[in-house]
């Protein structure tokens, strides 16, 4: 089901009873679902509902976006179902620095971390870190510009950045020292189980800092063996901020230390499954099955 079908192709009918009882459906062309008959739910990158090529007032719009938006809502947190993984965790551990806090108490180790938008305390972290610091958003990399979607990079600040610091104040973002990788690792958590892949990115000069630069198709991926202490850290904070599945990325440094950088809890994982074999599909279904 596609939630930008929502209300303008889907429909929705909820009717809540005392003692807690709720029954209702979804109907449409190609749907009919009786509420009560959902055991699992797969929360895979919902979208706003929409109202394609329906004309209506700008402030309308916007309240009928709103009105069904929290329709939704509602009924997520009224259903008593299996998720992967429940919305209100996925909405609390995509905030990069809760996800770097919970990691870090469960022993992870993190690069040096700054999140700021005090130009003097970033001045200092730099002149702190020996290995040079780099910088990403706070939480999300998507930049609409003209109508045109970018994503901004994890990047190098370079010395030259100092001069322009004053600009830093507009918007907080996440200052971390430089790991030197071997390589990055990115780990799928799927219940209990975990996938680790190498991702050779320090091959490429475009993708040492962040591999999804260019998106380069020659970047070699293999499966990897993690350490049992560090996968089972990716299963406990998978249970931690109450999920289901993730996406984590972590570094591997020139002296075999795994670093924490941060967890994805609606990554994207279909790449992993046809570079390297790793049946993640099956996995998922079976865990959706199973509750």
Same mark, same amino acid.
């Given at each position: 089901?596609? *939630? ?11 009717? =809540?009873? &005392?003692? &807690?009882?709720?029954?209702? *459906?979804?109907?449409?062309? *190609?749907?009919n679902l009786p509420l009560e008959d959902i055991r699992s739910i797969w929360y895979r990158r919902p ?6 090529? %329906? ?10 976006? /709103? ?6 809502? #509602? ?5 008593? %179902? ?26 992870f180790l993190i690069p040096r971390t700054l999140i700021s938008n005090n130009p003097q305390e970033i /001045? ?9 610091? =780099? =910088? /990403?958003? %706070?939480?999300?990399?998507? !930049? ?30 996440? @200052? ?6 071997? @390589?990055?690792?990115? %780990?799928?958590?799927?219940?209990e189980k975990v996938f680790a892949t190498e991702i050779h990115s320090q091959q490429f000069e475009e ?27 990716? +299963?406990?904070?998978?249970?931690? !901020? ?16 795994? @670093?924490?950088?941060?967890? &994805?809890? &609606? #990554? ?9 074999? @790793?049946?993640?599909?099956?996995? !998922? +279904?079976? $865990? $959706?099955?199973?509750?």
């Open positions: 089901m596609n *939630t930008e079908d929502f209300p303008q192709c889907l429909k929705l009918s909820l009717n =809540i009873r &005392n003692n &807690n009882f709720i029954r209702g *459906t979804f109907l449409s062309d *190609t749907i979208s706003l509902p929409a109202f394609d090529d %329906v004309e209506m007032d700008p402030g309308v719009r916007e309240f009928c976006t /709103k009105e069904s938006y929290y329709a939704l809502e #509602g009924l997520w947190a009224s259903l008593d %179902v299996f998720w992967v993984s429940d919305p209100f965790n996925i909405r609390k551990a995509e905030n990069k620095s809760f996800q770097l806090h919970q990691a870090s108490g469960i022993g /001045k200092g972290f730099f002149e702190q870190c020996e290995n040079g610091i =780099i =910088i /990403k958003p %706070v939480r999300t990399g998507i !930049l609409q510009i003209n109508e045109e979607e970018k994503i901004i990079f994890t990047n190098v600040v370079k010395p030259s950045d100092m001069e322009h610091l004053d600009m830093a104040l507009m918007a907080p973002s996440i @200052y971390q020292e430089k790991i030197p990788k071997r @390589y990055d690792i990115k %780990v799928t958590v799927i219940g993708a040492k800092i962040d591999w999804r630069r260019g998106e380069n198709p020659d970047i070699p991926h293999k499966r990897h063996e993690l350490p049992s202490d560090i996968g089972e850290k990716c +299963v406990r904070l998978n249970k931690m !901020l109450g999920l289901q599945f993730s996406a984590i990325d972590l570094a591997l440094d020139a002296d075999g230390q795994y @670093y924490f950088l941060e967890i &994805n809890p &609606n #990554g994207q994982w279909a790449w992993i499954e046809e570079r390297t074999g @790793y049946e993640l599909t099956r996995h !998922l +279904v079976d $865990l $959706l099955c199973q509750n």
